[in-house]
């Protein structure tokens, strides 16, 4: 997807259960066109949000991503979460080189909702 990366925000670390954290990153790219739409997307990988603090703010960018969907329940009542999970950002006015994670192996994140607890938000 192309577009106008028009906000960044902070990185977000999410205590687990484990011990562990869970690190994210989200930002903002308006659609080109008659009707642009502002599209919120996530990543996940150290790379990508290290390459994020090259792109300023009103930037063209080109953003890869996966659509992610996890289902869970709270309080008897199913809920449903869709994430674009972006592995690849480039702006093309950047002087540093497109981040292509595409052929590397990643481990699945896996969410456990069984727990109100455990929920990241």
């Known amino acids: ?5 028009i906000e960044k925000f902070e990185i977000q670390r999410i205590p687990t259960k484990k011990g562990t954290d869970f690190v994210k990153q989200e930002f903002i790219v308006e659609t080109d066109g ?3 739409q502002p599209i919120k997307f996530t990543t ?5 949000m290290a390459y994020m603090d090259t792109i ?4 063209e960018v080109e953003v890869s991503f996966n659509l992610r969907g996890y ?7 199913t ?3 869709n994430d674009l999970q972006a592995w690849r950002v480039f702006a ?8 292509d994670l595409q052929n590397v192996e990643f481990t699945e994140s896996k969410m456990d909702f069984s727990n109100e607890d455990s929920l990241p938000f």
């Open 1 to 5: 997807m192309k577009g106008k990366l």
């Open 34 to 36: 008659d009707y642009p």
């Open 44 to 48: 996940i990988k150290d790379k990508v």
């Open 56 to 59: 300023a703010v009103g930037s």
């Open 71 to 77: 289902k869970g329940q709270k309080d008897g009542r």
């Open 79 to 81: 809920f449903y979460i």
């Open 92 to 99: 093309p006015e950047s002087s540093e080189k497109p981040l």
